[in-house]
């Protein structure tokens, strides 16, 4: 079976850093993707990783170690407009499984 | 922006009846996937077609079905419809067959069902 874990909710503060994990155990992986979904909206893509190691992508980076089954996503110098949900999911067998989400509040 | 565009955008129905959500994938994209997002839930993948076939399925009941046309857009029939089939539908699209290296599924601004 596929099994994704997420925290279901983070605050930080405008400006910092955040980094939400994501551990996974699945039947077959070929990659790891996170996306951004603002409420009631469509996902968007941020980022994708197949091999270890980190893939950085302007303020937002992403970390992938398929031995311990794990990623994270880290955003630097949040801003409000960050504020959303954060969905890990991870691909395999012609089927992309998404955890449940992160939900991200950035405050003042 | 993604690309892929999705009718309607809202639709309310009662229970028992059946509903037809329309998408559109990208220019190019070979592959149409659906997806169903309930209040504070995350994405369930229902089913994809790759080229006019089906490719893989997943959590979609049997009162569900869906088909891609050859123009590949693709339609979700849903009926018999209950209360808890409100949801946000998400269609998304690739370029090819397969979740797999490189190939990033873009999502559709979705349709919201309401079943009163």
């Known amino acids: 079976g596929q099994n994704i874990d997420q925290p279901t909710e983070m605050t930080a503060t405008e400006g910092a850093i955040v980094q939400i994990n994501c551990t996974y155990q699945?039947?077959?992986?070929?990659?790891l993707f996170w996306y951004q979904q603002h409420a009631g909206e469509a996902p968007t893509f941020l980022s994708y990783?197949?091999?270890?190691g980190l893939e950085e992508k302007g303020r937002f980076s992403s970390f992938l170690s398929r031995s311990k089954g794990y990623s994270y996503l880290l955003l630097k110098e949040l801003q409000m407009k960050d504020s959303a949900s954060y969905l890990c999911?991870?691909?395999?067998?012609?089927?992309?499984?998404f955890g449940a989400g992160t939900r991200l509040a950035v405050h003042p | 922006d993604s690309g892929v565009t999705q009718t309607p955008k809202h639709l309310i129905t009662a229970t028992g009846q059946r509903v037809t959500l329309r998408c559109s994938p990208r220019?190019?994209?070979?592959?149409v996937y659906w997806y169903q997002q309930s209040l504070d839930q995350g994405l369930q993948f229902l089913i994809q077609?790759?080229?006019?076939?089906?490719?893989a399925k997943g959590n979609i009941l049997e009162r569900f079905s869906a088909q891609q046309f050859p123009d590949l857009h693709s339609e979700l029939n849903l009926s018999s419809l209950e209360l808890g089939d409100s949801a946000l539908y998400f269609c998304?699209?690739?370029?090819?067959?397969?979740?797999?290296?490189?190939?990033?599924?873009?999502f559709g601004p979705g349709t919201r069902l309401t079943v009163l």
């Open positions: 999911a991870v691909s395999g067998y012609n089927k992309l499984i």
């Open positions: 990783n197949v091999l270890d």
């Open positions: 220019s190019g994209d070979l592959s």
């Open positions: 699945t039947s077959g992986f070929n990659g």
């Open positions: 998304a699209s690739s370029p090819s067959g397969t979740s797999g290296i490189t190939d990033t599924q873009y």
């Open positions: 077609y790759y080229n006019g076939e089906e490719r």
